[in-house]
């Protein structure tokens, strides 16, 4: 995924352990400005701790990230420097917003956070409610009074405060019923596109991905399955994983098992390869290489699709 301008985060093999538990492998990828980057892979693939490792809220175990083409450094300052710049809304807004605070002090955090509240602040605070639907909210009201979409609006108000060139967004709609989903991706398209932010969507959504994603990234336990343009691996992928993530045929491959739950093949092969109707000898073995499809496309796999 090279391309002239530099992308504004960038994955450098990047790997995270939690004791002997590898949670990522070896991951790179890149996030190019002003564009959405997917992020698509099943519950416990280690999307989320892709998320955080990108809010230096953990570091790498091994390899490296770079925001805007400057390795993270975890001293406070620069590491504060970098996240004002990065704007996050997770799954859960029950959890994300504090109850007890008003939408005055929520929306403002970020600003107070940053030595950044001045005169102007409420006049932000109210312009920010204004951008996400929420005119007629009061500064002085408490989330409480507000559902599951409400919700949701607030933390996107909050994670544009410090108007970021970045939005991570874990699962932002799969708490939400169907029509409050589409409300809320609209409106983050209409942010993207008119701020010219740049995304990382993490979502189990395979269609709205294809409609919105400009870069795919495929995880699978923790390792890069595929990765590339978003509609033409959607269009034709070429990793097994992908085919059946992005098609119905979940159903009729075997599932993880709680006996490859218990033993995983060993660290250096596919670890699709339990789950892989054409799995060989080899792919038990080896790791596969990156093989490049295209200069812009990886699909890891020894037998890829033609
Ligand atoms: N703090 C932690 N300690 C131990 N294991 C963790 C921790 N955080 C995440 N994991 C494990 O890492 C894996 C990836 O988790 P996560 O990134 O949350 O996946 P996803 O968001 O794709 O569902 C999971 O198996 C999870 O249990
Ligand atoms: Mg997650």
């Known amino acids: 995924m ?28 890149v996030v190019r400005k002003g564009k959405i980057l997917g992020l698509v892979g099943e519950s416990g693939s280690g999307k989320t701790t892709c998320i955080r490792l990108a809010l230096g809220l953990e570091r790498p175990s091994a390899g490296r990230i770079r925001f805007m083409g400057r390795p993270y450094s975890y001293r406070s300052k620069e590491m504060k420097a970098i996240r004002r710049r990065i704007g996050f809304i997770f799954q859960d807004p029950y959890d994300a917003l504090d109850p007890h605070l008003t939408l005055e002090e929520i929306i403002g955090e970020p600003l107070r956070a940053h030595g950044l509240w001045n005169v102007t602040a409420r006049e932000r605070i109210r312009g920010l409610l204004d951008r996400v639907g929420l005119p007629d909210a009061s500064l002085r009201s408490y989330p409480t009074r507000y559902s599951g979409g409400g919700l949701q609006r607030i933390a996107i108000a909050r994670a544009l405060a410090l108007e970021p060139e970045l939005l991570l967004c874990d699962e932002p709609t799969s708490n939400l019923d169907v029509s409050m989903q589409a409300q809320i991706i609209n409106l983050l398209m209409e942010l993207q596109r008119e701020r010219g932010l740049a995304m990382v969507f993490v979502t189990h ?33 070429r990793h097994p994983y992908t085919i059946v993530l992005l098609s119905a045929m979940e159903a009729k491959i075997p599932h993880r098992s709680a006996w490859d739950e218990a033993n995983p093949p060993v660290s250096p092969a596919c670890p699709f390869a339990p789950r892989c109707w054409k799995a060989q000898p080899q792919c038990w073995k080896e790791r596969p290489p990156r093989i490049p499809v295209r200069p812009d496309w990886e699909v890891a796999c020894f037998f890829p699709e033609e």
């Open 2 to 29: 090279s391309g002239l301008e530099l992308p504004i985060l960038h994955f450098e093999h990047v790997t995270r352990r939690y004791d002997r538990f590898i949670a990522l492998e070896d991951v790179s990828f």
């Open 205 to 237: 959504d395979l269609p709205l991905i294809r409609r919105i994603a400009d870069d795919l990234v495929v995880l699978y336990a923790g390792r890069v399955m595929e990765c590339g343009p978003a509609r033409e691996i959607a269009a034709r992928p």
